[in-house]
């Protein structure tokens, strides 16, 4: 995608929808003790709708895109972002195959002690996690179902069904109840999608579907996850990325734990999205990497800072 897809930089609307979800939860939010021993502040259901020609929908209330080099590697939100996107599509399930794809902040959430108690090695996110979910959801055969592969083959051969979906919920593996062992050592929070294809217009659009949103540290990588993802399956079926359409079921930051944090991102104004250039040359949704994905115009009001998460 060139920068000839975008509106023009100094002609794109700014973009509040981000800051006005987080305005929505301090505002009328309700606040709940939460299994994470932690207070949390959140409401239900909130839609954003990006027209990506509007500019890629990366915030800029704080950087989370300029490049982070250490030890020769891009460790910036939007690359490692990319990079577990990555992961999952190839079907990664552990911290040392995200580690390869360029995604490095899984280790805290499978330690030793986390995944005994799911009889998982340590390092594994468990059969229930998104990778697998997404290429290896088990029949009742024995064999696997690869829906990246599946639901791309249907967009080519019949692309006006309303039948292109992806799900990354496997209900037997996510229960937390008497008699079963959690499979998963993170309940996927997003990963279902619905893709669109418009043959009149060439235009390609992907709804997604939330469950669960640390709005300020999760949510904005989700985002670009999936705006991503709909500029590659735009590229690997031949059509032209249009809209994405988000929904968040519950939406939440924690308090007081991240109440500094979401006045600062409240305190600024947000700029206009920036563009992204992805490499052109990639014709299989598997093989993209992050560094097939430039970022430029991006203008972040504020700096990079650390918000804390309870675990």
Excluded at 67 to 96: D, H, M, W, Y
Excluded at 218 to 228: E, M, S
């Amino acid at each position: 995608m060139n920068d000839k897809y975008y509106v023009p930089f100094a002609e794109r609307k700014i973009d509040f929808q981000y800051r006005n979800g987080l305005k929505e939860i301090v505002d009328n939010g309700d606040i709940v003790y939460t299994q994470m021993e932690e207070y949390e502040k959140h409401i239900f259901g909130i839609m954003y709708k990006f027209d990506l020609r509007n500019g890629f929908p990366v915030i800029t209330e704080r950087d989370i895109a300029t490049p982070n080099i250490k030890n020769g590697v891009n460790r910036s939100i939007f690359s490692q972002c990319l990079g577990e996107l990555c992961g999952f599509l190839n079907g990664a399930r552990t911290q040392a195959e995200l580690e390869s794809f360029g995604c490095f902040w899984w280790k805290k959430w499978v330690t030793k002690e986390k995944c005994n108690k799911r009889e998982l090695e340590e390092g594994d996110l468990g059969p229930g996690s998104y990778g697998p979910a997404w290429t290896n959801f088990p029949m009742s055969n024995g064999e696997f179902f690869n829906q990246i592969d599946v639901v791309l083959q249907q967009i080519r051969e019949n692309p006006k069904l309303k039948t292109h979906r992806v799900s990354n919920w496997i209900p037997y593996y996510t229960p937390r109840i008497s008699g079963m062992i959690q499979k998963v050592v993170v309940v996927p929070c997003h990963g279902d999608f619905d893709i669109h294809i418009n043959t009149d217009t060439g235009f390609l659009d992907l709804v997604h579907i939330q469950r669960s949103a640390d709005y300020p540290v999760g949510l904005p990588a989700n985002i670009i996850q999936y705006a991503a993802l709909t500029f590659m399956l735009a590229q690997v079926t031949g059509y032209m990325p249009g809209k994405l359409i988000y929904f968040i079921d519950d939406a939440h930051y924690y308090t007081p734990t991240q109440d500094e944090a979401v006045k600062g991102l409240l305190d600024v104004k947000p700029e206009r999205f920036p563009t992204v250039i992805i490499n052109p040359d990639i014709k299989h949704i598997q093989d993209f990497r992050p560094n097939d994905f430039e970022v430029k115009d991006y203008f972040p009001q504020s700096g990079r800072f650390v918000i804390k998460t309870p675990i």
